[in-house]
């Protein structure tokens, strides 16, 4: 069966723009969550959803936010972009929330570069 | 806040030799613990899953073992082959999420 998908795969955006990521979850798979990767802070939590609804939220600024649709499908928006938000940012799917019993699959991810 | 380190943070061998990746975490109150590999430019790829009832887990060349108390896990990779070359981390599943370790960078030369 198909795995996570994420895109755009590559994208270049300008500082104070905004961007949308989009992710679809392995099907049967209702919970979708969003990490960011960065050379020097490694992988760090954005959010998780689950039917609907956020979570859990890390410790982002408002400039990023989700939303899940009723199919499971997921999106990530940034605004007013800034350099720094250049990065790898990978989505994950699970059956069900949070980490307790749950192998999670991650997607290819889409490079975001601001300049 | 759960921290959770790789040591080393590059390992080159060559290929055949039996390895061993550390990875060592600050709470012992988590779910379980998973294994990824990252290919350059890539996602991630799961490797192995251990609950935190269990003390190990085996696929193929890879076993992960899981000692809660001490905080440590090991991912032994058994004759290893240059295709294993890649980035593994280690990822702690705690109440909300995964907390990562900053990966061990793996070479293994022909």
């Known amino acids: 069966k198909a795995g996570v998908t994420q895109t755009p795969r590559y994208l270049i955006k300008t500082r104070g723009q905004q961007v949308t990521l989009s992710c679809s979850p392995i099907s049967g798979h209702r919970s979708v969550s969003w990490y960011q990767q960065t050379p020097g802070q490694g992988l760090q939590f954005l959010f998780e959803y689950f039917s609907e609804t956020q979570r859990n939220k890390g410790n982002f600024p408002g400039r990023f936010s989700g939303r899940q649709f009723s199919n499971s499908r997921s999106e990530m928006n940034v605004s007013t972009l800034e350099l720094g938000d250049s990065a790898l940012y990978l989505c994950?799917?699970?059956?069900?929330?949070?980490?307790?019993?749950?192998?999670?699959?991650f997607g290819e991810g889409s490079w975001l570069t601001v300049v | 806040k759960q921290e959770v380190t790789q040591i080393p943070a590059a390992l080159s061998v060559p290929e055949g030799e039996n390895l061993v990746l550390n990875c060592s975490f600050t709470?012992?109150?988590?779910?379980?613990l998973q294994w990824f590999r990252q290919d350059p430019g890539k996602g991630l790829t799961s490797l192995l899953l251990i609950q935190s009832s269990q003390r190990e887990q085996t696929s193929g060349r890879l076993n992960a073992s899981l000692d809660k108390s001490s905080g440590r896990s090991t991912l032994y990779i058994a004759a290893s082959q240059p295709g294993d070359s890649a980035t593994y981390l280690c990822a702690v599943g705690g109440a909300q999420k995964l907390v990562f370790g900053q990966g061990t960078r793996l070479t293994i030369n022909p």
């Open positions: 994950a799917s699970s059956l069900s929330a949070g980490t307790a019993g749950n192998t999670i699959y």
């Open positions: 709470d012992s109150a988590i779910y379980n």
